[in-house]
C-alpha cells in the first residue's frame, strides 16, 4: 500500500509524495522533496527534518519521544505542530498527512 502526503517547502511549493507502509517520514522527505536533511540519519540529534504537522493529523502522530522533545525545545521555530520527522514511521492511518518543512536551522 502507497501512502499520499501532502509536502509544503519552506519555499511555499507545494508537492504529492508517495510513500511505502513502514517508510520513515525523514527518509521520504530527504529523498523526494526540497528542505530536509536529516544529517544525524533519523536519531533525533540535530533538527534538519524538523516539520509542522497540519493540526488535524497530530493526534494520529506517535506519541512524542522524550528526545525528540527536548531538541525541539532548542529549536527557534518549534510550535504546537512541530515534529521531527525522523521519528515518524509511516502508516495507513497517516495516508493524507499533510506537513510544511521547517528550514533548518543549522
Given amino acids: 500500500m502507497s501512502i499520499q502526503i501532502e509536502v509544503t517547502a ?3 511549493r507545494q508537492q504529492q509524495l508517495e510513500a511505502a507502509d513502514g517508510a520513515l517520514l525523514m527518509e521520504v ?13 533519523g536519531c533525533a ?7 509542522h504537522i ?4 497530530l493526534e494520529r502522530l506517535p506519541a512524542m519521544p522524550a528526545e525528540e522533545h527536548n531538541l525541539l525545545d ?11 520527522s525522523c ?3 509511516l502508516d495507513a492511518s497517516l495516508d493524507g498527512l499533510s ?3 521547517v528550514p533548518a536551522e543549522c
Fill in 54 to 57: 497540519a493540526p488535524q493529523w
Fill in 29 to 41: 522527505l530527504r529523498d523526494q522533496s526540497d528542505g530536509v536533511e536529516g544529517i544525524c540519519g
Fill in 99 to 101: 506537513l510544511i518543512i
Fill in 87 to 89: 521519528q515518524i514511521r
Fill in 10 to 12: 519552506a519555499s511555499g
Fill in 74 to 84: 532548542a529549536l527557534d521555530v518549534r510550535n504546537d505542530q512541530s515534529r521531527l
Fill in 45 to 51: 540529534a540535530c533538527g534538519t527534518c524538523h516539520v
